[in-house]
Every structure is written in structure tokens, then in C-alpha cells.
């Protein structure tokens, strides 16, 4: 029995080295891997989470208290989770130092052009005016089904100028437009342009 078992262990071992890659989290509207939208800023802050910015005035601050960031730089960099009233509410990935490059849920991230983006999620997607960038940049939004989470790639060109691009949104992706950042979470928060305001 013994010499039958070591062959099927053999054929196994390399079955299981394939699924132990190292796959970062991907970017849902419901969450970031095991990070998920509603979870409680105390949790968080057990798992390693701070807010970097925080100081003895803004705990005392009503505004602060409603809506703030954490980060956990180690494990997610460049990712920014909202709170708002003790809650997570939104996730703001953006570029980091570290070289590590995030994605959403259907293989998304940041550098992707515009049609890409839109060959990934097809008809889903509806492009918007960047409410800075005008004709330099765009906003591609997606909606989950129900309409509670939203998920909004921002992009731009690379010199920013925006020169020799329609400004109208109708005007379909553009392959000269790049996905600068991207966020998701609650519709409400996710709409956000200034971060919490």
C-alpha cells in the first residue's frame, strides 16, 4: 500500500504548488480579498490599520469622526479604505513606492487604457466627464445590479493636456486615456470626488 500512496502524493504535490501562488487581493464592490465593505474600524485597526494623519485635535473633530482614511502600508500599499461613521465604506487604490500592482475583481488596474477597460466589462461600463480633468480624463463607472456599490476608474492622458480629444463622454473609450487610480465600495461614498467630500 505504501508504494501506491507515494506515487499519488508525488502527482499531488505539484497540483498543490500551482494553487499556492501569490496572488494579491482583488478589488471588488463589496470588498478588497478578506477586507470587506461594513467592516468595523476597530476590526481593522486590530488587523494593523492606522490613520497616519490622526492627532489628538481630530479625534475630538465631529467632521474627522464621520468620515476619515486608514491605511496598512505593509500589506496593502497605495490602498486607502474610507471609514465613515466607523464603517468601511469605500477602498481607493492608487500607486505605490512598493511596485505592487492591485486589481479589480475582473483583472483591472492602474496603466490600462480606456479600451481595455471596456473590453473587460463591455456594455457594464458607462464613461463620464472627469470633473478636473474635462477632456484630459475620464470617469468609467460601473454599478453592481442592485445599485447599492459602485465601482469608478479615473483616468487620464499621460501629459494631461487633453489636446485632440473629444470632450464629449459619448465619445466612447479612448486608448490614449490610462486608468490613473480606481476605487469601490458603497454607491453613496464611491461617488465621492474629494475623498470624503
Known amino acids: 500500500m505504501k508504494a501506491l500512496f507515494r506515487p499519488a502524493t508525488l502527482l499531488l504535490a505539484p497540483l498543490l504548488l500551482l494553487g499556492a501562488t501569490d496572488e494579491k487581493p482583488r478589488l471588488a464592490f463589496q470588498g478588497l480579498g478578506s ?88 456594455d457594464w461600463i458607462k464613461i463620464d466627464r472627469h470633473p478636473y480633468l474635462d477632456a484630459a480624463g475620464s470617469y468609467l463607472i460601473l454599478d453592481s445590479s442592485d445599485g447599492r456599490y459602485k465601482m469608478i476608474f479615473e483616468t487620464a492622458t499621460s501629459d494631461g493636456s487633453g489636446e485632440q480629444l473629444s470632450s464629449k463622454p459619448s465619445g466612447g473609450p479612448n486608448a490614449n486615456k490610462r486608468v490613473t487610480d480606481f476605487r469601490a465600495g458603497l454607491a453613496g461614498p464611491a461617488n465621492y470626488i474629494e475623498g470624503c467630500s
Open 35 to 122: 477586507i470587506e465593505i461594513g467592516t468595523s474600524e476597530a476590526v481593522l485597526q486590530k488587523r494593523g490599520f492606522s490613520d497616519p494623519y490622526r492627532s489628538a485635535h481630530s479625534q475630538a473633530d465631529e467632521e474627522y469622526a464621520a468620515c476619515h482614511y486608514l491605511s496598512n502600508e505593509t500589506e496593502y500599499p497605495g490602498v486607502h479604505f474610507m471609514i465613515n461613521e466607523g464603517r468601511l465604506v469605500r477602498i481607493d487604490i492608487g500607486e505605490n513606492d512598493a511596485g505592487i500592482m492591485l486589481k479589480s475583481l475582473s483583472g483591472a488596474s492602474i496603466g490600462m487604457t480606456e479600451t481595455e477597460i471596456v473590453s473587460l466589462y463591455g
